[in-house]
């Protein structure tokens, strides 16, 4: 039910874009996302720090988009979270003591850190590569192939990526304990 809540703003954003064009949608998109921080914090749920840069980058993406006329703006803003969640990743390898997929697998099973390692740096290059092939699809596509690709594509290709990291956690999930 989470995903399907975090997703809200995404739908409203492809439903308004069916319904009428990019511009109504993008504004959807800004008015839907403080909506739902808004309930958010009304119904006590934990704000995370990447729900508040996306408002941040939805507001200005789309606030450049609603002034330009231009809807590179908001095509952009999908390759910017994922190079932004990209860095996050390999900053947290890099200079954190204890990266952030060590904290996370930690609450799972003690994962060596080799694991952890190398899971950080796959999710790095995956974020990369959505940033890359969100920029081909808006460039090279017509914009209502690049709305559907948001929505559809995107989410699919991180269905499989995750799955295909829970089937590389299962082969390497440490012997419980006798």
């Known amino acids: 039910m989470k995903i399907l809540f975090d997703l809200l703003p995404v739908i409203l954003f492809v439903a308004a874009y069916q319904l009428y064009d990019i511009y109504v949608a993008t504004l959807t998109l800004m008015a839907a996302i403080p909506l739902q921080l808004a309930w958010m914090k009304w119904t006590d749920k934990p704000i995370e720090k990447m729900h508040w840069i996306t408002l941040a980058l939805v507001l200005v993406f789309g606030g450049l988009t609603l002034s330009f006329r231009d809807p590179l703006f908001i095509m952009w803003k999908t390759t910017v979270i994922n190079l932004l969640l990209a860095a996050a990743v390999l900053g947290s390898e890099w200079w954190m003591k204890h990266s952030f997929m060590q904290r996370m697998l930690h609450k799972i099973a003690p994962f060596s850190p080799a694991i952890c390692t190398r899971l950080s740096y796959a999710?790095?290059?995956?974020?990369?590569?959505?940033?890359?092939?969100?920029?081909?699809?808006?460039h090279y596509f017509s914009e209502a192939v690049w709305v559907n690709f948001k929505l559809f594509g995107l989410m699919g290709l991180s269905l499989v990526f995750t799955l295909g990291q829970g089937i590389y956690l299962a082969r390497h999930m440490p012997p419980k304990p006798v």
């Open 123 to 138: 999710w790095a290059i995956f974020f990369i590569l959505l940033g890359i092939l969100n920029l081909y699809v808006a």
